[in-house]
């Protein structure tokens, strides 16, 4: 079995940053494509930012310029560092990864999603 699962949201004012992680543990041979999604109250879920397993990355038109995505492949997590945050970031961020386990499965997985709220 695999989890992913989130930190680093909360509260922060708008022009502020905020730095999300996502740690992946269980039975796990490789981590393929991971991403951020968002999903805003009453909205759909929308991809953020992905990063390929050779670090290509793509962004939303919304964030780029603003939001990088990395990844630590030792540490199966991948991080994403929010900058000059909007009040229109406010969402739930879920992290996304395409795993392989050591029985040789290949799943997609989701966190269980974590709070960003820019407020004043």
């Known amino acids: 079995q695999v989890q992913l699962v989130e930190s680093g949201g909360g509260l922060v004012q708008p022009g502020g940053s905020l730095r999300l992680s996502c740690a992946a543990s269980?039975?796990?041979?490789?981590?393929?494509?991971m991403a951020w999604y968002c999903q805003a109250p009453g909205k759909e879920r929308k991809l953020v930012a992905h990063?390929?397993?050779?670090?290509?990355?793509n962004y939303a038109d919304s964030v780029k310029g603003r939001f990088t995505i990395s990844r630590d492949n030792a540490k199966n997590t991948v991080y994403l560092q929010m900058t000059i945050l909007k009040s229109e970031d406010t969402a739930v961020y879920y992290c996304?990864?395409?795993?392989?386990?050591?029985?040789?499965?290949?799943?997609?997985?989701w966190g269980q999603g974590t709070q960003v709220t820019v407020s004043s």
């Open positions: 996304y990864g395409i795993v392989a386990t050591v029985a040789g499965y290949e799943g997609r997985y």
């Open positions: 269980g039975s796990i041979f490789s981590i393929n494509d």
């Open positions: 990063i390929s397993s050779d670090g290509i990355t």
